[in-house]
């Protein structure tokens, strides 16, 4: 088996790569060239083809001008940021399950914000709570789901010391509409054991 001299893959790596006679790999060749592109330009060419489907999308009266594919992880993350706040596009995100979740957990996360959804459709007069609700429930998602990304966890635990002032802010806000639903919840059902 040969290895690239330089960065170590093995020659049999997918997707395939072809080393040279000084023993460095087409990867490594690729990479090298990169420093002589000019970015700037490509960025700006990059923004043109952009330009051209949001106003396509706009003049046909579309919601999403682009498809992103995301999985959930920091890559298809990172292109989405880009692609709203960085060039303005609306993009439609599908995923699908790579059925590695557990079935349970796919229900759970589907159905925790819709359930609260449900409530509020049923009992108007708290609607403004229960979505609240629904809500909070996603930004605790977020949380944890980035939190277990970091540390390679259930994220069920989130080290407080390590949330910014405003995520601290934000994680804070989302208990106040929990205790409001509780409260609710105990009024509804004569529930004085309700913690
Ligand atoms: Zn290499």
Same mark, same amino acid.
């Not at 990867?27 to 090298?32: A, D, I, L, Q, S």
């Not at 970091?150 to 966890?153: D, R, T």
């Not at 390590?162 to 802010?169: A, H, Q, T």
């Not at 804070?172 to 919840?185: A, G, L, R, Y």
């Given at each position: 088996m040969k290895y690239c001299s330089r960065c170590l893959y093995p020659e049999n790596a997918r997707p395939t790569i072809f080393i040279d006679d000084e023993g460095v790999c087409s990867?490594?060749?690729?990479?090298?060239r990169e420093s002589d592109f000019d970015w700037d330009d490509?960025?700006?060419?990059?923004?043109?083809?952009?330009?051209?489907?949001?106003?396509?999308?706009?003049?046909?009266?579309?919601l999403y001008d682009c498809v992103i594919p995301v999985s959930g992880g920091k890559d298809s993350h990172y292109q989405v940021h880009l692609a709203k706040?960085?060039?303005? %596009?609306?993009? #439609?995100?599908?995923?699908?399950?790579?059925?590695?979740?557990?079935? @349970?957990?796919?229900r759970n996360i589907n159905n925790t914000s819709n359930r609260f959804l449900k409530l509020a459709e049923l009992d108007p007069k708290n609607a403004l709570i229960y979505e609240a609700c629904a809500e909070a429930f996603l930004v605790l998602l977020k949380f944890r789901?980035?939190?277990g990304l970091?540390?390679?966890?259930d994220g069920r635990y989130l080290d407080l010391n390590? %949330?910014?002032? #405003?995520?601290?802010?934000k994680l804070?806000?989302?208990?106040?509409? @929990?205790?409001?639903?509780?409260?609710?919840?105990k009024n509804k059902f004569q529930l004085t054991y309700f913690t």
């Open positions: 990867g490594c060749r690729n990479h090298e490509r960025e700006k060419a990059l923004r043109k083809i952009l330009e051209e489907y949001k106003t396509k999308a706009k003049d046909a009266n579309q706040n960085v060039y303005g %596009l609306n993009p #439609l995100l599908v995923t699908y399950n790579h059925a590695y979740n557990t079935e @349970i957990g796919v789901t980035e939190e970091k540390n390679n966890s390590e %949330l910014s002032k #405003l995520d601290k802010v804070k806000n989302t208990f106040s509409p @929990i205790n409001e639903v509780q409260d609710i919840i």
